[in-house]
């Protein structure tokens, strides 16, 4: 499948979609809230058949917090990046994808580690580096330690 035709199914399965090309994949970035209706037919309808989650990270642009979801079709061999926005930056959540693939575990507690976001109906949502005692998530751009040293 082309980027061009990828763009317009995923366009028909959520209407809030937004695309960017710029890159080596198509982009669809949504709000978090949608991200669930979006991901689903993505894994589970068999034009897409995304089978395979190769990464998940979250990027903090102040403002709002983005997670980044890298899907491949080993099947059809096409590739997509879903981008999930989070506005709530005090209390960053989103729905857990580790129901669909389950390599999500792993991912999305270092995410929530790290930046502190909280994935909604995971499994065992957890600290991976970091003691339960450890305040606040050191990958966010308005943390702060006594320790730092900053340049």
């Not at 198509?26 to 089978?51: C, G, Q, T």
């Not at 949502?125 to 340049?151: A, C, N």
Request: net charge negative.
């Amino acid at each position: 499948m082309t980027k061009e035709e990828l763009k317009y199914k995923l366009g028909e399965i959520s209407r809030e979609a937004a695309f960017d090309e710029t890159g080596e994949f198509l982009n669809v970035i949504i709000p978090s809230p949608e991200l669930l209706p979006l991901i689903k037919p993505l894994r589970l309808n068999k034009e897409f058949y995304f089978d395979y989650l190769f990464c998940i990270t979250c990027v903090d642009w102040k403002d709002y917090l983005s997670m980044v979801y890298h899907l491949t079709s080993t099947l059809h061999r096409h590739t997509c990046v879903v981008q999930a926005t989070i506005t709530d930056v005090h209390c960053p959540q989103i729905e857990s994808v580790s129901g669909i693939w389950k390599t999500a575990e792993l991912n999305e507690n270092e995410i929530y580690d790290l930046f502190g976001v909280t994935f909604l109906n995971h499994p065992n949502l957890r600290r991976l580096f970091l003691g339960d005692q450890w305040k606040g998530y050191p990958l966010r751009k308005d943390y702060t330690d006594e320790h730092m040293i900053l340049l």
